[in-house]
């Protein structure tokens, strides 16, 4: 055990009184909340994982866990977590661990029953503290000092750690993104590390890759960090042909803090990455061309929104904005920016999307068999619809029906 864990004293965060962390707590006297939950609560950021280490092993904790009846699951017995369950909250719970030997993606760990060792393996010094139960932290590498002044800094030397997991040069970026005090010098010898680490990036698997740069992302203003990360040569080796200009333009006019709305703004294909069927699929639709201007007329806008969700058509507005070239009453010079795209984002999001209301019942009430006229009626009377800007109902839709079968 270290002896001479610097501990500090503050005012316990409201997050240590939520009653299922006590309940985990009281029934793991020697365990500490480590990582992010200290670091968020000291910064005063809302707190949302919570994340134990404890030294017992893991046999012991959920013996411990399940002695206090809490719910106890075995999620990564092998890298010592268990996963604790109380009234739908999970907390996972770690052995405490040392690094035995790693090679630039993963480690292969040893448990310890040595707080300071588990700390030095973590990445930041802000995400190396632990605090107990009664809210005393300990922060072996100036965590506390390092938050403060906004600066994000590799436990240990940076280029070794970095050697370790080429994913901690991401991490950086991160933690840069959502703790960087605004204009501080980043650390300088990170700045080195991370420029000299960049070929190291190729050997990480594209999913963790993305892990880390949606998580980049979605902070609530990563430009100046992905303007840093350009600057050293990691935007582009991880998205090669990447812009950081758009994306610093699309946080400028406010945009929403959406990974995939930023990730088209940055303008590089994303082929490189390993996004979910979903994310591709949305990312794909947002960077399809916008068929409105700021200026067209309602009908058009629900002719649109018949076709593609408001938020696929609201998204493309936002990157239409920034897009150099694009039609805009703003950039073709009038000083008075009307009507704006922030004006056609809103009616789009005020107009009800559009349903055209026949089906292939409403044809086959008329006597057709089911088959491809069925198919070729609808599309015909649907387009005279959307024409019509998606505005006669069902009636005047049947009635448009039954004048071409007529005819
Ligand atoms: P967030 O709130 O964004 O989840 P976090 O600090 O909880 O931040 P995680 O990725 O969940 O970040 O990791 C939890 C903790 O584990 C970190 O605070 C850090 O101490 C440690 N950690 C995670 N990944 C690494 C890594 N690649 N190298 C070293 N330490 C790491
Ligand atoms: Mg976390």
Redesign the pocket.
């Known amino acids: 055990m270290t002896a001479s864990a610097p501990a500090l004293r503050i005012a316990p965060p409201a997050f240590l009184a939520d009653p299922a962390l006590q309940r985990v707590l009281a029934a793991l006297p020697d365990a500490r909340i480590?990582?992010?939950a200290v670091?968020?609560a000291l910064a005063g950021h809302t707190v949302?994982?919570i994340?134990l280490a404890t030294p017992s092993l893991p046999a012991r904790i959920t013996q411990a866990l399940r002695d206090a009846g809490i719910r106890a699951i075995p999620t990564g017995i092998d890298h010592g977590t268990v996963t604790a369950l109380v009234d739908g909250t999970g907390f996972e719970i770690t052995t405490l661990r040392r690094d035995v030997a790693t090679d630039g993606r993963h480690a292969t760990v040893a448990f310890t029953d040595d707080w300071r060792q588990d700390a030095a393996?973590?990445?930041f010094s802000m995400?190396?503290m632990s605090m107990s139960a009664a809210g005393e932290v300990f922060d072996y590498f100036n965590g506390i000092s390092d938050l403060r002044a906004g600066l994000v800094r590799f436990v240990g030397d940076p280029a070794t750690r970095i050697a370790e997991?080429y994913?901690?040069i991401l991490?950086f970026f991160?933690f840069q993104a959502r703790y960087a005090a605004p204009g501080a010098a980043p650390d300088l010898a990170a700045l080195r590390a991370i420029g000299d680490g960049v070929p190291g990036l190729g050997i990480l698997s594209p999913e963790r890759v993305w892990g880390e740069l949606r998580?980049i992302l979605a902070a609530p203003d990563p430009g100046a960090a992905v303007v840093l990360m350009a600057a050293l040569g990691v935007l582009g080796k991880v998205l090669p042909g990447a812009d950081a200009g758009g994306l610093s333009q699309l946080i400028a006019i406010g945009a929403p803090a959406d990974p995939l709305l930023r990730l088209a703004a940055l303008g590089a294909g994303a082929d490189e990455l390993r996004l979910s069927t979903a994310e591709r699929t949305h990312l794909l639709a947002l960077c399809q061309p916008l068929s409105l201007t700021p200026s067209v007329d309602d009908d058009s806008i629900r002719r649109a929104l018949a076709e593609v969700p408001a938020e696929i058509l609201i998204g493309r507005a936002w990157l239409n904005e920034v897009r150099p070239g694009t039609l805009s009453p703003r950039l073709e010079g009038g000083a008075e920016p009307y009507p704006s795209w922030a004006d056609l984002r809103d009616r789009i999001a005020s107009i009800p999307r559009p349903i055209f209301p026949l089906e292939g019942r409403d044809v086959l009430a008329l006597g057709f068999l089911p088959g491809p006229q069925v198919g070729e009626l609808l599309r015909q009377v649907r387009s005279w619809w959307l024409q019509a800007g998606c505005v006669p109902d069902a009636s005047a839709c049947q009635a448009e029906l039954a004048r071409r079968v007529a005819g």
């Open positions: 480590v990582g992010g670091r968020d949302a994982d994340d393996r973590r990445d995400n190396a997991d994913l901690r991490r991160r998580r």
